[in-house]
Nanobody, 118 residues
């Protein structure tokens, strides 16, 4: 069973930075495409960034140039570095592990709250 645990959320002023981490267990992590999603109050969950098995990434337009996603397959972790934060970045951030060839479904972490004050 895949388990994902996020950490690093908190309260920060606009313009500040936060670093989110997601630790994975119960999977051959290097095979999982990973993603970060967020959900603001009253809104649908949206994709923030993807990090593929080989390390390539893509980002939502709203975070390009400010956020950087990376992974360390040796440590089974994926990181989201968030700079120049804006109040509209506020929400619960979720780590997602896409299924490997041997898995049927992806897995979600429990989420971590990010609040950006103006």
């Amino acid at each position: 069973q895949v388990r994902l645990v996020e950490s690093g959320g908190g309260l920060v002023q606009a313009g500040g930075s936060l670093r989110l981490s997601c630790a994975a267990s119960g999977t051959i992590f290097s095979l999982n495409p990973m993603g970060w999603y967020r959900q603001a109050p009253g809104k649908q969950r949206e994709l923030v960034a993807r990090v593929y098995s080989g390390g390539s990434t893509n980002y939502a337009d709203s975070v390009k140039g400010r956020f950087t996603a990376s992974r360390d397959n040796a440590k089974n972790t994926v990181v989201l570095q968030m700079n120049s934060l804006k109040p509209e970045d506020t929400g619960v951030y979720y780590c997602y592990a896409g299924p490997t060839p041997g898995q049927r479904l992806g897995s979600w972490g429990q989420g971590t709250q990010v609040t950006v004050s103006s």
